[in-house]
């Protein structure tokens, strides 16, 4: 046991150095704008293996919690004279009051129908601000305000560093206490976890509440990170991606699918002059992934590094 | 410990015209070990499921403790001092056995994580499988799960323990011993009602049996006297007999 605590303090803390001294050594704009959104998609990813991963709830809506906050923040920066910092919590809080309301709606949904349901929910918000220019100038896409005041992108890459760090430590650190185990329970045989006095309900919803609220943050870092947002990013095919960085990666292992997300960013990127053709070999490891290692590449390799599961 | 006291009042249960459970009423009174037998169909499942709350009732009443239970979820009444294993073991598969047992603890608010962990080690000792506390519960034999089931229900700690089927498909030397660990728990004050189609089994180890046919309950009583009842034979032999004439056909 206690060199499982010590391989794992190992790893986290080297990744948090690494993370940490990228800038002093890359110092190409572009490469920091690439690990920027590689740090967004880990975060991203993450969040989809804390709900579907160890929760069981298989949802399409993660990107779709990211637009409503991302729309939220903007739209009250561009109307109302509240602070930068209140606009950025006001759109995480209404991502999460809305995965309240998912959750609440979905209690009773497994599976495909779940899916089909966030399915439908995602697209109907899509279109909405497709819809619904005079608010959202719809696809044109609306203004945000930037976070910093400069042109530089070192800012940034230590803002979604910082914040991939603590959404991270707080996700694992609800997964390593009892609402964890509730959540696997739930996610293997609800109709027992229940007999066996886990209010399913509730935890079902706290963890659609807590999966939003870092949708949300994700939202508003995008969205002030690219000084734009447009429903287009909100098609099920950025979903598709999410979900596929994440079972790459691991999608029952919080860490592998961070790290899903995060190298497969870089590995997109690198593929970039592939134009379309690097989506068809995305979804051809993906296939392959699935069909011959369905625990993902590197859940397994954090199993043997470590000598737990998480 | 409180005297345990569970009452089941005109209980019902139809699936559109099929009344799996029509019209039960039970009693149990204190650490009673009660059998819950009837030929295939009767309604035995489906009534333990209804009394857990995995159904909801068509009519009738639940009493546990003196409050009305059938309508509350089933994790309340869980909570409330009722448990139980399943017909198909129902293990959670892809979590290690340790994690199978604090699962139910955890849920009761029994301590911190790590004085739960302690507790389910202590159970691993009881049921004799503590060198798998690490295991994957699907990595576990058919006997295996079945252990890790009742040590689920022993983590619980509840009243009423059902347990249905637990020798089905059981190797007869873990048979022996789950009846070892139904008897000494029963010793500490638990109330068992124990599904089986094992007819020899239920009176070797109850002292009381409930015999249901056809959704109905048509004998209950010490072993005896249910060994020599017309309605039960009749249920029995009957099935029997459609069966020797349907082979014969």
Redesign the interface.
């Known amino acids: 046991m206690k060199h499982i605590g010590l391989r794992k303090g190992i790893l986290f803390v080297g990744l948090i150095l690494g993370g940490a001294l990228v800038p002093v050594f890359v110092e190409s704009s572009y490469w920091l704008h690439v690990f920027t959104m590689a740090y967004f998609y880990g975060l991203m990813a993450a969040t989809w293996s804390f709900l579907d991963g160890y929760a069981g709830q298989f949802s399409f809506a993660n990107i779709a919690l990211l637009l409503i906050a991302g729309y939220t923040s903007a739209l009250l920066a561009k109307h109302t004279g509240l602070p930068f910092l209140l606009n950025l919590i006001i759109g995480i809080i209404a991502s999460g009051v809305i995965g309240l309301f998912i959750g609440y709606l979905c209690l009773r949904f497994k599976g495909a129908y779940l899916a089909l349901f966030t399915i439908a929910f995602s697209e109907g918000i899509r279109i909405i601000i497709n819809t619904e220019h005079q608010v959202t100038r719809g696809p044109a896409g609306l203004h945000a305000d930037a976070f910093f005041d400069t042109t530089s992108k070192v800012p940034y890459y230590y803002l979604i560093f910082i914040i991939l760090v603590i959404s991270i430590f707080i996700m694992y650190r609800i997964l390593r206490?009892?609402w964890g185990?509730?959540f696997?329970?739930i996610?293997?045989?609800d109709?027992?976890?229940?007999?066996?006095?886990?209010?399913?309900?509730r935890y079902k919803i706290i963890a659609f509440v807590v999966t939003s609220i870092f949708c949300g943050v994700a939202g508003v870092f995008y969205t002030h990170f690219n000084q734009m947002l447009t429903p287009n990013f909100g098609e099920i095919a950025t979903m598709g991606l999410v979900i596929g960085m994440a079972i790459i990666g691991g999608v029952?292992n919080l860490i592998a699918a961070m790290l899903g997300g995060i190298l497969l960013e870089f590995g997109l990127e690198s593929l970039r002059e592939l134009g379309a053709w690097r989506m068809v070999a995305f979804g051809g490891l993906l296939m392959i992934v699935v069909r011959f290692a369905r625990n993902g590449l590197l859940a397994p390799l954090y199993r043997k590094l470590i000598g737990e599961e998480l | 410990m409180a005297d345990i006291e569970l009452k089941i009042e005109g209980l019902k249960k139809h699936f559109g015209g099929v009344r799996a459970v029509d019209g039960i009423s039970v009693h149990v009174q204190g650490n009673e070990l009660i059998g819950l037998i009837g030929p295939n169909g009767s309604g035995k499942t489906t009534t333990i499921d209804t009394i857990n709350g995995l159904f909801k009732q068509t009519a009738g009443k639940i009493t546990f403790q003196g409050e009305r239970i059938e309508n509350m979820p089933s994790y309340e009444r869980a909570r409330r001092g009722l448990g139980r294993t399943f017909q198909v073991t129902r293990v959670f598969q892809r979590m290690s056995v340790t994690q199978n047992l604090m699962v139910p603890a955890l849920a009761l608010s029994r301590g911190s994580q790590s004085e739960v962990e302690k507790q389910a080690h202590e159970v691993m000792a009881f049921l004799t499988i503590e060198r798998l506390a690490d295991e994957n519960a699907q990595n576990l034999s058919g006997g295996q799960q079945k252990l890790l089931e009742l040590g689920r229900v022993l983590m619980l700690d509840p009243d009423v323990i059902f347990l249905d089927e637990p020798f089905a498909g059981v190797h007869p030397e873990l048979s022996k011993q789950i009846h070892k660990y139904i008897r000494e728990v029963h010793q500490d004050g638990k109330a068992f009602i124990i599904v089986s189609h094992d007819m020899d089994t239920i009176f070797g180890l109850c002292e009381r049996v409930i015999v249901m046919n056809e959704g109905k309950k048509i004998a209950d009583g010490d072993p005896e006297a249910v060994r020599t009842d017309e309605a039960v034979i009749d249920a029995y032999l009957g099935e029997a007999s459609e069966k020797a004439q349907l082979e014969g056909a």
């Open positions: 206490s009892k185990l509730f696997m329970a996610r293997e045989d109709e027992v976890a229940s007999a066996l006095g886990v209010n399913i309900v029952e």
